[in-house]
């Protein structure tokens, strides 16, 4: 917003709420911030978003997420939003099939996948996965995880079927989970995918997604237009058009990988 010409604390005023991972704060904390009047609310996470759809109604919204906004109910579609709320997604129906090849293609050996995913988390991501795992040959574990304290069961489980790799659908919560999973991950000594950079960062293997970053910052652009007297309904929501592939060489290194130089080639950022 900086970039835009806003002055925090003279020309914008920003309020926030922190949930602390616990979901059963969200509605609560929405309309705590209805409550202060504000010029427009904003949702990061396709799980926190409902709570702030239902809680600002008569509201303009501007969300960041990674699931379906039309199946989390935001907008009627995401060229025409026609609702009080638009934004930027990073929704990409093949990314999840692509992931697992991109994962298989560094990592020949594996066989079975642990995927840990929110479904409270609305997106095709597990459907396209599995048909990928079905046509490489590879088992897919599905382990939801709603909470904070399902996180330890399904890594459990993971541990008991004997998983040779961790494959994280990106949310809110699991990225607020990232220490305790890239340390299991660490621990067992497993391959591990996550769709942003931010999951090779901190010790996975690899990440293949858009660049968040960038996303997020374009959020800024429907604020300033939003505040200058456009409707969310005319804005159509932003999708991803560029895709980077992070690979850590010190994950792989952990892990006595070696990386094939043809695969190393194609990634855009390599973590030594």
């Not at 990073?90 to 099939?97: I, T, Y």
């Amino acid at each position: 917003m900086s970039a835009l010409g806003y002055v925090e604390g003279k020309t914008i005023i920003y309020d926030y709420r922190h949930a602390d991972n616990d979901e059963s704060r969200l509605a609560s904390l929405a309309a705590e911030l209805v409550a202060t009047k504000p010029a427009i609310m904003m949702a990061f996470g396709g799980d926190i978003a409902p709570y702030v759809r239902d809680a600002a109604k008569n509201f303009p919204i501007v969300f960041s997420v990674s699931a379906d906004p039309v199946k989390l109910g935001l907008v009627a579609s995401l060229s025409r939003p026609q609702r009080n709320a638009t934004g930027v997604t990073f929704l990409h129906d093949e990314l999840g099939s692509k992931r697992l090849q991109l994962l298989k293609e560094a990592v020949p050996r594996l066989s079975h996948v642990a995927f840990l995913w929110n479904p409270n988390h609305l997106d095709n991501e597990l459907d396209d996965t599995q048909r990928a795992a079905r046509s490489l040959g590879i088992k897919l574990l599905s382990l939801p995880v709603r909470t904070v304290d399902e996180l330890s069961p399904a890594l459990d489980q993971a541990t008991a079927a004997q998983a040779d790799s961790v494959y994280v659908v990106t949310s809110t919560l699991m990225v607020n989970l990232m220490p305790r999973i890239v340390g299991y991950a660490e621990q067992r000594r497993l391959p591990l995918i996550g769709g942003w950079g931010a999951w090779a960062s901190a010790g996975g293997l690899m990440s293949y997604g858009p660049d968040v970053n960038v996303m997020v910052r374009r959020t800024a652009t429907y604020v300033d237009k939003i505040l200058k007297g456009a409707q969310p309904s005319d804005l159509p929501v932003e999708q991803p058009t560029k895709f980077l592939l992070t690979i850590s060489m010190r994950a792989a290194k952990a892990l006595n990988l070696v990386i094939p130089e043809s695969f190393l080639i194609g990634a855009d950022q390599v973590i030594d």
